[in-house]
């Protein structure tokens, strides 16, 4: 983060505007709208800025800039086209700490505008840290039609009833489902279409309603499939319920740029889970979930893939089942569904392989042992999921139990995100590539025919390295 979002409070501060043209004339309506008192300092000014100075809203000092006109300011502008002027007045202010902003130049500004929506009291504000307006203006756009205009009123309405509901709710959690049900609800609904008093008389019914239970609110867990790694592969109910959780219990393959789409005063707790390397063991982890859901929590946990496939979902939701507790499942793409794609090789094939297997490499210590003679069966596909550390005992019982050893064979290791690498080989070759290439966790390995697809599927991967 470069730049850190701050609103600030300039009403009835003296900020000044250096420069009269219509850039000028922009800044400082802003600075006006924010309740500042605007000076501007220019030999000449256009007629926007004119008509104000007329009217008494600006001051004009009608020369060039001087450093003293930066006495007493909590904020200054310069918008002059007149590069010297403008790194002088950016030197000058930087020596006297105060906040100066350089129309399109970031590199003289301490502060930079950013693009905006104003639904006062609601305020969103877009920045890509300079790097392009012009995305910034895009984002704006999408943003403006997609915020309905009475958000602004629907803000005004509840903020008049916030010690109200500190008062009839005093946990936190309480508060806050509250209030998500306040603002998606028909309180929302009532005060988009203008109906003021009725939207009134809707919330002080839920506020009463509210406050006849507090203290008895059930928690819910939501066990949530986060895919193998691209935030873009979530389902929408996935970010819904992510945007929704009090609290988010998650593991190692859940990635950042996932977490980073969690709510973010959600409380984070890392549960680990590299292979045969817990942070917390399975029973910790049910237990845990039991007794956030009976504090009254909304709990996330969040988990890589599909909760149901070597996810050890189902473990989870009996131990919640058996607690009386109330769930939801979102499954989630699989590593082999998103690790297909993302490297071009289809699972099935109508001429090579008419099933897929999905395999689990990590068996339970009582070494019970897979159904090798139907693994290496012809005509399908073989997914092994955490079966890295074991690819050499894999390989040689496929080779064993009759698959050519010169059947096509792949690896995708951290499958669909930027760092996505695939390397191909052949199952007799496989162990070796591992380790010549050193493969790291969390990889996939597919094997059979279809593999060979990756190369003419390779132009629409949107991760294209292939080894
Ligand atoms: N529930 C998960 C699987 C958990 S088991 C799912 O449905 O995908 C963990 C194994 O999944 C890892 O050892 C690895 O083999 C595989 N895996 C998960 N994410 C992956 C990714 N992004 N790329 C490659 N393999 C992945």
Request: net charge negative.
């Amino acid at each position: 983060m470069d730049f850190l979002p701050i609103f600030m409070n300039i009403r009835d501060r003296d900020c000044l505007v250096i420069g009269g043209g219509s850039v000028a004339a922009r800044k400082a309506a802003l600075l006006a709208e924010a309740g500042a008192n605007v000076t501007i300092v220019a030999p000449e000014i256009c007629d926007e800025v004119r008509e104000q100075v007329d009217s008494g809203r600006y001051r004009w000092l009608e020369r060039g800039f001087t450093d003293a006109d930066l006495d007493g300011k909590a904020l200054v502008i310069a918008a002059t086209d007149d590069e010297a002027v403008n790194e002088h007045v950016s030197a000058e202010a930087r020596k006297r700490n105060l906040p100066v902003n350089v129309v399109d130049n970031p590199k003289l500004c301490s502060f930079i505008m950013p693009s905006m929506i104003d639904r006062s009291p609601v305020q969103i504000a877009i920045s890509t840290g300079g790097a392009s307006p012009v995305l910034a203006r895009m984002l704006r756009t999408q943003l403006e039609g997609s915020i309905p205009t009475g958000y602004g009123r629907l803000a005004a309405l509840v903020e008049g009833y916030r010690d109200k509901v500190k008062a009839a709710l005093p946990s936190v959690d309480e508060r806050k489902n509250f209030w998500e049900e306040i603002l998606e609800g028909p309180v929302a609904e009532l005060s988009f279409s203008g109906k003021e008093e009725e939207a009134k008389t809707a919330l002080e019914e839920a506020l009463e309603k509210a406050g006849e239970h507090a203290g008895t609110t059930r928690g819910e867990v939501f066990l949530v499939g986060a895919g193998p790694g691209d935030p873009d592969l979530l389902t929408f109910r996935a970010l819904r319920l992510m945007q929704k959780a009090d609290v988010v219990v998650y593991d190692r393959l859940v990635s950042k740029p996932i977490m980073d789409m969690v709510r973010r005063d959600a409380e984070r707790i890392y549960v680990g889970k590299a292979r045969a390397n817990h942070a917390v063991p399975q029973e910790g982890i049910n237990e845990i979930l039991v007794r956030l859901a009976k504090e009254g929590k909304r709990v996330l946990r969040l988990k890589g893939g599909d909760p149901f496939i070597f996810g050890r979902g189902g473990e989870e939701i009996s131990e919640l089942m058996e607690n009386g507790i109330d769930f939801q499942v979102v499954p989630g793409i699989t590593a082999a569904a998103g690790c297909a794609a993302y490297s071009g090789i289809p699972l099935t094939h109508r001429d090579y392989s008419q099933s897929v297997t999905f395999v689990t490499g990590h068996r339970k210590a009582d070494g019970d042992s897979l159904n090798w003679p139907a693994l290496a069966a012809p005509q399908q596909t073989v997914v092994f999921y955490m079966g890295l550390h074991c690819v050499e005992t894999l390989c040689n019982q496929l080779i064993a139990h009759g698959r050519g050893a010169e059947t096509p064979a792949a690896l995708v290791e951290k499958g669909t995100q930027p760092d996505q690498k695939v390397y191909i080989g052949e199952l007799g070759t496989l162990p070796d590539l591992v380790k010549q290439r050193d493969v790291k966790p969390p990889t996939l390995i597919i094997v059979g025919e279809v593999v060979e697809m990756h190369k003419k599927l390779k132009w629409f991967q949107p991760h294209p390295t292939i080894r």
